[in-house]
C-alpha cells in the first residue's frame, strides 16, 4: 500500500491571519484535492471560533472563489486536513518522514524527488513543509530529517510557486517509478 503525502505549511507571518494565509491555504487544498495529498497548517493563527479543520474549511471556503466549498469541506471531512502548533521539539509522528523545501539544502540531509518517491511506494507518508514568508523555515530545517531544493539550482521560489513545482515532480516521478 501507498503512504500518504501530505503538504505541511509552515506560518512565519506572525500571530495574526492574514489574507496570504487564506490564499496559500486554498491554493494548497486545491493541489490536495487534484493530487490526492492531505494538508497540514503548523502554527497557523486561524480565528478564535475557527478551531477544527472543518471550521477552518468553512470559513476559508466563504472568502475565496480559488476553490470550490465542496472541495474544501471533502478534504476535512475525510480526515486529510490538519491544524498543528509550531512542531517545536519535532514533528507529529503520523505525518512520516518529514521533508523540508528549501533553495538552500544542506548537503547531509539533500534527498531528490526519487527518495520521497520510493519512501511513498515503500509504504511509508511524507510530509513536505513549506515556509510562508520571506522569515523561511528557520529552526525547522534542523529539526527535519531531510531537505528537499526541486530546481536543482539553488533558485528561490514564492510559495504557491514551489508547492505547484514540488508536487508536479513527485507527481510525474511517482508515475515513472510505477511504470518501471
Request: hydrophobic content about 40%.
Amino acid at each position: 500500500m501507498q503512504g500518504r503525502l501530505t503538504l505541511g505549511l509552515y506560518n512565519s507571518y506572525g500571530a495574526k491571519f492574514h489574507e496570504v494565509h487564506r490564499r496559500a491555504v486554498t491554493r494548497a487544498l486545491a493541489l490536495c484535492t487534484g493530487f490526492d495529498c492531505n494538508l497540514a497548517l503548523f502554527g497557523f493563527p486561524v480565528p478564535e471560533e475557527t478551531r477544527t479543520p472543518r471550521e477552518i474549511s468553512e470559513f476559508l471556503a466563504d472568502k475565496t472563489t480559488i476553490s470550490t466549498r465542496e472541495d474544501l469541506l471533502k478534504l476535512a471531512s475525510e480526515g486529510r486536513f490538519h491544524l498543528f502548533p509550531f512542531p517545536e521539539r519535532g514533528f507529529p509522528p503520523q505525518l512520516g518522514l518529514v521533508v523540508v523545501t528549501t533553495q538552500h539544502p544542506d548537503r547531509n540531509k539533500a534527498v531528490g524527488p526519487e527518495f520521497i518517491v520510493s519512501a511513498l511506494l515503500g509504504g511509508k507518508s511524507v510530509c513536505l513543509v513549506f515556509g510562508l514568508g520571506h522569515r523561511g523555515l528557520g529552526k525547522v530545517e534542523e529539526i527535519a530529517e531531510y531537505h528537499f531544493e526541486v530546481t536543482g539550482k539553488g533558485v528561490g521560489l514564492e510559495t504557491c510557486t514551489a508547492l505547484g513545482a514540488v508536487v508536479g515532480v513527485v507527481w510525474a516521478t511517482l508515475k515513472c517509478l510505477r511504470r518501471a
